[in-house]
């Protein structure tokens, strides 16, 4: 669960009333800004991956299709769809007082992009769309304090359910962000590029007064190659997300994310399927501190994630495809995805 929720968590359970409405929703923005655009950024830079790799790959050495071979033209487009669900429930201690958190988000993305090539240079650009809806709720003894005719009368938002039930506040709202992110690799060799990304998200609660800018860059260097039959791909990068939340009386103030990421897939290409599997460590490399005030819980700045899909050259010039992801290592959070992808050379 991210840092910053956290802050929002002390809020609600030290407040005793006061801006309970506006620090429930804070809660709930938080958490769905921060994961919504760790996954936005984590998808885009798959599929420019994924994109750019078989590209090289069937440079390279050409991908066989019934027999034929896969075109390779200058120009593509692509599109990846995504179904998220992430989790989590910690316990901990604040002022005494035991917090348990339960967290739900579900998140709708949809990202397409088109790129060219210039020789050995290649640059694109992605767009996207994502919708998150968001729950959270909080059980303390702290919060049976609350005076609940100031919380239905603190106001707060029409975009946000927030209910206050014994010693529980539940908050959920949706929200939908829209993403830009050029991007632009140079082939050093047919195996090896680096890839750079930058971008801008916009996110908004629907109906509410509340928002987000994010500002994101990526940069990897990514490896691709075929042996007869088997497709090995392979990146090392840095990610970078600065995140910036507006919420009514709420102080949120702006978090830098730098997070280290290293991932292999490989396949093994049958006619026109290429079934595969592939695995990704991330590591957060600050705000890994646990707030003060807080005890009993530890920020895991660790995550694995593990993918099975599988591609299908359906055309000389068109691949579509379809996976499954979890995330298997993070002690805090569950995540799990669905995800179609479609590839088109021109």
Known sequence: MPNLSHRMILAVCAAAGML??????????????EETNKQLGRQISDAIARRTSTRITSEAIGTATSGAVTS???????????????????????????VTIDTNIDIFQATAGLDHRFGDFFAGLSTSYARANATVSATSPAIANI????????????????????NTIKASASSNSYAVNPYVGYMITPYIYPLAIVGYTRSEV???DIGADTFSSDVSINYADRIDHWIA???????????????PDVD??????????????VGYKTGMFLPYFMGQYERLLNNTDTPDGITGLSIDPNFLYLTAGVDIDVMPDL????????????????????????????
């Open 206 to 208: 629907v109906d509410a």
């Open 147 to 166: 005076d609940t005719t100031e919380f239905s009368s603190a106001g707060g938002t029409s975009g946000v359910s927030a209910t206050i039930a014994g």
């Open 319 to 346: 691949t579509i495809g379809a996976a499954g992801q979890a995330e298997v290592l993070n002690s805090l959070t569950d995540s799990y995805s669905a995800i179609v992808n479609l590839r088109f050379r021109f």
């Open 20 to 33: 309970a409405m506006n620090a429930g929703v804070a809660i709930a923005q938080n958490q769905v800004v």
């Open 233 to 247: 791909r392979g990146k090392v990068g840095w990610r970078y997300l600065r995140i910036s939340v507006d919420v």
């Open 72 to 98: 390779d033209k200058d120009s593509s487009a692509w599109f990846n769809g995504t179904y998220n669900n992430l989790s989590s429930n910690p316990t901990f201690s604040i002022g005494g007082d035991t």
């Open 252 to 265: 949120t103030p702006s978090v830098d994310q730098h997070t280290f990421y290293a991932g292999a897939t």
